[in-house]
């Protein structure tokens, strides 16, 4: 089987799973692959500090100085977020900050462009875990996944599910930004297969963000019992009910206090 009938399998095998929903769910289905337009619902009755649960309190920049990984865990303590996510250097420092405090550490693996060996982000999981890391966000490599190499973007992500623990939570960063819908279904497929517990959208590096459209394919495509992560531009209590009634059940935010106060946040990672 060539590349193409391996990508046109996947692609079929998605549309077949979705093709057992109701008749109105199949046309939603149908849409969301074509053209990635679907309604996001309902959002949940939820008030702004109840969305803290969902939000992962993040601090990538490369610039960012120990005081601000101080403010990120006073900030994560104060709200109740579920968590923070840091690159893998900071993670021992967070983690002796949070430490008895129940907010999780998390760590990003491969970060940014998801392009470095599979050994590398292997090796980077073990030690994030070691550090204190009970959470993952892995980036696939991209230019492998659009090139059709499918067996390598899946032995990744496998590669790094087998250096975590049996409590570790693995989340994938697909990259919607650089991708086809096509493309999306795929990656979303692929982590599933992996065993990863989460797909999320994008790091922020590079450019656009989470939409209630992808939100709504990657929750088709991952059904109902695998976690989907919004991330990138999440900087308002509206967007983020927005994700939430769209499939995401947590989100990236660097605007985190911004939308648990009902305010417009800013920045980037």
Do not use: W
Not at 81 to 103: D, E, H, I, P, W
Not at 227 to 241: L, W
């Amino acid at each position: 089987m060539d590349q193409k009938e391996l990508i046109d399998k996947i692609v079929a095998e998605v549309v077949g799973r979705l093709g057992a929903q109701s008749s109105a769910q199949r046309t939603g289905a149908g849409v969301a692959l074509a053209t990635g337009v679907v309604s996001a619902g309902l959002a949940p009755a939820l008030q702004p500090a109840e969305v803290a649960s969902y939000i992962d309190h993040t601090m990538l920049k490369p610039e960012a100085a120990t005081s601000a990984f101080d403010k990120l865990c006073q900030e994560a303590v104060q709200y109740r977020f579920q968590s923070v996510c840091v690159n893998s250097c900071r993670v021992a420092y967070v983690a002796r900050k949070l430490q008895g405090t129940g907010v999780k550490v998390c760590s990003v693996i491969g970060f940014p462009i998801g392009a470095m060996a599979t050994r590398s982000k292997a090796f980077e999981a073990r030690e994030a875990i070691a550090d204190g890391a009970v959470e993952l966000d892995m980036v696939i490599n991209v230019g492998l996944l659009k090139s059709g190499d499918l067996k390598y973007v899946e032995e990744d992500m496998r590669a790094v599910r087998r250096a975590t623990r049996a409590n570790t939570v693995l989340k994938v960063i697909i990259e919607t930004a650089l991708l086809t819908q096509d493309e999306k279904v795929i990656a979303c497929e692929l982590a599933k297969k992996a065993g990863a517990d989460f797909v999320k959208t994008c790091t922020g590096f590079a450019g656009g963000g989470a939409t209630v459209e992808d939100i709504a394919l990657m929750r088709r495509v991952v059904g109902p019992d695998m976690g989907v992560k919004a991330s990138g531009g999440v900087r308002s209590y509206r967007t983020a009910i927005a994700l939430i009634g769209a499939g995401a059940t947590r989100l990236g935010c660097v605007s985190s206090v911004a939308v648990v106060t009902n305010q417009e946040g800013s920045g980037s990672y």
